[in-house]
Protein backbone atom coordinates (compact mmCIF):
# COMPACT_ATOMS: atom_id res chain seq x y z
CA UNK A 1 0.00 0.00 0.00
CA UNK A 2 0.62 3.39 -0.31
CA UNK A 3 0.73 6.47 1.63
CA UNK A 4 -1.86 9.16 0.77
CA UNK A 5 -2.90 12.20 2.96
CA UNK A 6 -3.72 10.98 6.32
CA UNK A 7 -6.03 12.69 8.92
CA UNK A 8 -3.57 13.47 11.67
CA UNK A 9 -5.71 11.96 14.06
CA UNK A 10 -5.79 8.79 12.61
CA UNK A 11 -1.65 8.79 11.43
CA UNK A 12 -0.79 6.43 14.27
CA UNK A 13 -2.73 3.58 13.26
CA UNK A 14 -1.99 3.97 9.44
CA UNK A 15 2.11 4.65 10.87
CA UNK A 16 1.17 1.41 12.76
CA UNK A 17 -0.05 -0.90 9.66
CA UNK A 18 2.77 0.07 7.47
CA UNK A 19 5.23 -0.67 10.02
CA UNK A 20 3.52 -4.24 10.65
CA UNK A 21 3.49 -4.86 7.15
CA UNK A 22 7.01 -4.09 6.82
CA UNK A 23 7.93 -6.04 9.61
CA UNK A 24 9.71 -5.12 13.03
CA UNK A 25 13.33 -6.12 12.32
CA UNK A 26 15.33 -8.07 14.74
CA UNK A 27 16.35 -6.06 17.57
CA UNK A 28 13.54 -3.38 16.68
CA UNK A 29 13.25 -0.28 14.83
CA UNK A 30 16.47 2.01 14.82
CA UNK A 31 14.25 5.06 15.87
CA UNK A 32 13.31 2.67 19.57
CA UNK A 33 16.71 3.46 20.31
CA UNK A 34 16.72 7.09 20.69
CA UNK A 35 12.73 8.15 20.70
CA UNK A 36 11.23 5.17 22.23
CA UNK A 37 8.41 2.44 21.16
CA UNK A 38 6.08 4.11 18.64
CA UNK A 39 3.25 4.79 21.25
CA UNK A 40 5.90 6.61 22.77
CA UNK A 41 6.09 8.86 19.40
CA UNK A 42 4.55 12.47 19.50
CA UNK A 43 2.92 13.99 16.18
CA UNK A 44 5.44 15.32 14.89
CA UNK A 45 7.75 12.16 15.11
CA UNK A 46 4.78 10.14 13.67
CA UNK A 47 4.40 12.66 11.02
CA UNK A 48 8.57 11.95 9.97
CA UNK A 49 7.70 8.71 9.61
CA UNK A 50 4.93 9.29 7.54
CA UNK A 51 6.83 11.74 5.01
CA UNK A 52 9.68 9.06 5.12
CA UNK A 53 6.80 6.32 3.67
CA UNK A 54 5.72 8.60 1.57
CA UNK A 55 9.34 9.38 0.00
CA UNK A 56 10.33 5.87 -0.04
CA UNK A 57 7.24 4.42 -1.93
CA UNK A 58 8.22 5.63 -5.39
CA UNK A 59 11.65 3.53 -4.44
CA UNK A 60 12.47 2.08 -8.18
CA UNK A 61 16.03 0.81 -7.70
CA UNK A 62 18.06 0.60 -3.96
CA UNK A 63 22.11 0.18 -3.41
CA UNK A 64 23.40 -1.21 -0.54
CA UNK A 65 27.36 -0.34 0.24
CA UNK A 66 29.49 0.31 2.97
CA UNK A 67 30.33 3.85 3.36
CA UNK A 68 34.07 3.94 3.90
CA UNK A 69 37.46 3.39 1.07
CA UNK A 70 35.53 4.74 -1.30
CA UNK A 71 32.09 2.41 -1.22
CA UNK A 72 29.90 5.82 -0.75
CA UNK A 73 31.19 7.69 -3.74
CA UNK A 74 30.86 4.22 -5.58
CA UNK A 75 27.66 4.45 -4.84
CA UNK A 76 26.62 7.87 -6.00
CA UNK A 77 28.58 7.67 -9.26
CA UNK A 78 26.61 4.50 -10.23
CA UNK A 79 23.20 6.30 -9.13
CA UNK A 80 24.34 9.09 -11.38
CA UNK A 81 25.03 6.24 -14.29
CA UNK A 82 21.67 4.15 -13.49
CA UNK A 83 19.42 7.52 -14.20
CA UNK A 84 21.37 8.75 -17.12
CA UNK A 85 20.92 5.28 -18.46
CA UNK A 86 17.37 4.98 -17.85
CA UNK A 87 17.02 9.05 -18.81
CA UNK A 88 19.14 9.81 -21.62
CA UNK A 89 17.35 12.72 -22.76
CA UNK A 90 16.88 14.81 -19.40
CA UNK A 91 19.30 17.24 -17.95
CA UNK A 92 17.12 17.66 -14.75
CA UNK A 93 18.26 16.45 -11.62
CA UNK A 94 16.79 12.88 -10.04
CA UNK A 95 14.55 11.95 -7.82
CA UNK A 96 17.12 11.17 -5.15
CA UNK A 97 13.91 8.59 -3.09
CA UNK A 98 13.41 6.57 -6.95
CA UNK A 99 17.35 5.83 -6.97
CA UNK A 100 17.59 5.38 -3.35
CA UNK A 101 21.23 5.27 -1.18
CA UNK A 102 20.28 4.91 2.40
CA UNK A 103 19.62 8.27 4.55
CA UNK A 104 21.19 11.01 1.51
CA UNK A 105 17.55 9.83 0.19
CA UNK A 106 16.20 11.42 3.18
CA UNK A 107 18.00 14.52 2.73
CA UNK A 108 14.72 16.36 3.18
CA UNK A 109 13.41 14.42 5.98
CA UNK A 110 13.53 16.80 8.73
CA UNK A 111 14.38 14.70 10.85
CA UNK A 112 17.99 14.21 9.02
CA UNK A 113 20.80 15.18 10.75
CA UNK A 114 24.10 16.04 8.43
CA UNK A 115 27.05 15.19 11.14
CA UNK A 116 31.02 15.56 9.92
CA UNK A 117 33.20 12.70 10.49
CA UNK A 118 35.93 13.19 11.85
CA UNK A 119 39.68 13.20 10.28
CA UNK A 120 37.76 12.42 6.82
CA UNK A 121 36.34 15.11 4.68
CA UNK A 122 32.91 13.16 4.71
CA UNK A 123 29.46 14.12 6.37
CA UNK A 124 27.16 11.47 7.39
CA UNK A 125 23.78 11.52 6.79
CA UNK A 126 21.47 10.12 9.98
CA UNK A 127 17.76 9.36 10.38
CA UNK A 128 16.18 7.75 13.20
CA UNK A 129 13.67 6.45 10.74
CA UNK A 130 16.29 5.28 8.15
CA UNK A 131 15.29 1.61 8.28
CA UNK A 132 11.98 2.20 7.95
CA UNK A 133 12.63 4.12 4.61
CA UNK A 134 15.03 1.01 3.91
CA UNK A 135 12.37 -1.68 4.18
CA UNK A 136 9.99 0.02 2.74
CA UNK A 137 12.33 0.97 -0.25
CA UNK A 138 13.03 -2.65 -0.81
CA UNK A 139 9.29 -3.49 -0.50
CA UNK A 140 9.06 -1.52 -3.82
CA UNK A 141 11.76 -1.64 -5.97
CA UNK A 142 12.37 -3.67 -8.87
CA UNK A 143 16.05 -4.10 -8.91
CA UNK A 144 18.23 -3.85 -5.76
CA UNK A 145 22.21 -3.56 -6.30
CA UNK A 146 25.02 -4.28 -3.33
CA UNK A 147 28.66 -3.36 -3.15
CA UNK A 148 30.29 -6.09 -1.79
CA UNK A 149 33.95 -4.71 0.14
CA UNK A 150 35.46 -5.58 2.97
CA UNK A 151 33.62 -2.89 4.56
CA UNK A 152 30.81 -3.61 3.72
CA UNK A 153 31.33 -7.38 5.57
CA UNK A 154 32.40 -5.68 8.73
CA UNK A 155 29.26 -3.10 8.70
CA UNK A 156 26.16 -4.88 10.83
CA UNK A 157 23.71 -2.57 9.24
CA UNK A 158 24.83 -3.24 5.62
CA UNK A 159 24.41 -7.27 6.23
CA UNK A 160 20.98 -6.37 7.67
CA UNK A 161 20.12 -4.92 4.53
CA UNK A 162 20.88 -8.07 2.73
CA UNK A 163 18.75 -10.15 5.30
CA UNK A 164 15.88 -7.61 4.53
CA UNK A 165 16.22 -8.29 0.67
CA UNK A 166 16.22 -12.18 1.74
CA UNK A 167 12.87 -11.38 4.33
CA UNK A 168 11.00 -9.17 1.55
CA UNK A 169 7.09 -10.12 0.47
CA UNK A 170 8.35 -8.03 -2.90
CA UNK A 171 8.94 -10.97 -4.68
CA UNK A 172 9.51 -9.12 -8.39
CA UNK A 173 13.01 -7.40 -6.84
CA UNK A 174 16.31 -8.32 -8.85
CA UNK A 175 19.17 -8.29 -7.17
CA UNK A 176 22.69 -8.10 -8.33
CA UNK A 177 25.90 -8.13 -6.27
CA UNK A 178 29.35 -6.44 -7.22
CA UNK A 179 32.32 -8.15 -5.07
CA UNK A 180 35.08 -6.35 -4.91
CA UNK A 181 38.93 -6.96 -4.16
CA UNK A 182 39.62 -8.33 -1.10
CA UNK A 183 36.60 -10.05 0.30
CA UNK A 184 36.58 -13.49 2.17
CA UNK A 185 34.82 -15.59 -0.55
CA UNK A 186 34.86 -18.37 1.85
CA UNK A 187 33.24 -16.28 4.69
CA UNK A 188 29.75 -17.51 6.08
CA UNK A 189 28.48 -13.92 5.19
CA UNK A 190 29.71 -14.93 1.26
CA UNK A 191 28.47 -18.51 1.41
CA UNK A 192 25.18 -17.16 2.34
CA UNK A 193 25.09 -14.19 -0.31
CA UNK A 194 26.17 -16.98 -3.12
CA UNK A 195 23.17 -19.15 -1.85
CA UNK A 196 20.99 -16.73 -1.88
CA UNK A 197 22.25 -15.60 -5.22
CA UNK A 198 21.77 -19.11 -6.93
CA UNK A 199 18.37 -19.68 -5.49
CA UNK A 200 17.22 -16.14 -6.85
CA UNK A 201 19.05 -16.49 -9.82
CA UNK A 202 20.61 -12.95 -8.92
CA UNK A 203 23.61 -11.41 -11.14
CA UNK A 204 27.01 -11.86 -9.21
CA UNK A 205 30.13 -9.58 -10.75
CA UNK A 206 33.43 -9.83 -9.39
CA UNK A 207 34.93 -6.08 -9.62
CA UNK A 208 38.68 -6.39 -11.18
CA UNK A 209 39.31 -2.86 -9.28
CA UNK A 210 38.94 -1.57 -5.65
CA UNK A 211 35.65 0.54 -4.80
CA UNK A 212 37.73 4.11 -5.24
CA UNK A 213 38.01 3.89 -9.14
CA UNK A 214 34.74 3.20 -10.22
CA UNK A 215 32.85 0.59 -12.23
CA UNK A 216 34.65 0.80 -15.40
CA UNK A 217 36.47 -2.53 -14.72
CA UNK A 218 33.52 -4.59 -13.49
CA UNK A 219 33.91 -8.02 -15.18
Not at 50 to 61: Q, R
Request: with cysteine; hydrophobic share 35%.
Amino acid sequence: SSVTNIDSKNIEEHVADRLSDLGRPDGGWFFEKSLGTLKNLNLEQLAGIHDVLKLTDGVKNIVSFGAREGGFELAMQFRHDLYRSQHPDENSPHDAATHYLDAISLQSNKFTKLEKLQHVDVFKMQNPFWDVGYKNGIAHAKKMAFFITPEWLGSDFCKQEFQWLSETKNKDIKSAFVIFKDVDLKSKDMTSIFNFADIHKSRVMMASTPPESGLNNVK
